[in-house]
Structure formats: structure tokens, C-alpha cells
Nanobody
């Protein structure tokens, strides 16, 4: 199984970035997909998730209205569109695949497969 995350970079506050994660070696459509992030010196935290069954995506409160997660089962890709970026969004962003029950969707332990991370740096 390989999850390849890309799209990170150095941007200014207020800019946008689009992260992508392409998977191989697993049946993409059978997994829930999520993005987590980890800032220096902090624990990895939930950003957003989208269920294998479809329906509304899930977001951390700090990302609501700014970030949009989407999935393309045919391309085996999950994306995270990030708008109005803030310096506090600076982190390594990880994509993850799993089959969590709804109540555990925001937990890192609920995800079996992880990408290598892509660094997002937002300058003020």
C-alpha cells in the first residue's frame, strides 16, 4: 500500500493550496479518507474526513468554511482544498485511509494506512 501526498509549499497568509493524495495497493473506494496535520512540537490532529459511503464531509472546527475535502474514486485520489490560509495552519499534512466507526473518525488510531506527509508553511 502506498499513499503519496503532494501539493504542500510555502505560501502567504490568505493564499490557497490544494493537497492531493494518490493511493495504490488498496481498494480506494472501500476506505474512509482523512487529512491530519502535525505542527512542530504538537500532536497530530484531525483536519477533515470523507466517508466511503459518501455523505457530508467532516471538518475540525478551525477549518470549517476554509477547507474542502473531496475524493475521486476513479483516480484513487483524495484532495484537500485549503483557502484563506493562516500561519497557524503551518504543519505537515498527512493523508490517511481507514474504516473507522463514526465516533472514532477523528482519531489517528482509527486509520490503518498513512501517507508520508507534505509540508505546508504559511507566512504572515
Amino acid at each position: 500500500v502506498q499513499l503519496q501526498a503532494s501539493g504542500g509549499g510555502l505560501v502567504q497568509a490568505g493564499d490557497s493550496l490544494r493537497l492531493s493524495c494518490t493511493a495504490s495497493g488498496l481498494t480506494f473506494s472501500q476506505y474512509d479518507w482523512a487529512w491530519f496535520r502535525q505542527a512542530p512540537g504538537k500532536e497530530r490532529e484531525f483536519v477533515s474526513a470523507i466517508r466511503r459511503s459518501g455523505g457530508r464531509p467532516y471538518y475540525a472546527d478551525s477549518e470549517k468554511g476554509r477547507f474542502t475535502i473531496s475524493r475521486d474514486n476513479a483516480k484513487k485520489t483524495v484532495s484537500l482544498q485549503m483557502n484563506s490560509l493562516k500561519p497557524e495552519d503551518t504543519a505537515v499534512y498527512y493523508c490517511a485511509a481507514g474504516t473507522p466507526v463514526l465516533s472514532y473518525m477523528r482519531e489517528t488510531t482509527a486509520y490503518k494506512h498513512w501517507g508520508q506527509g507534505t509540508l505546508v508553511t504559511v507566512s504572515s
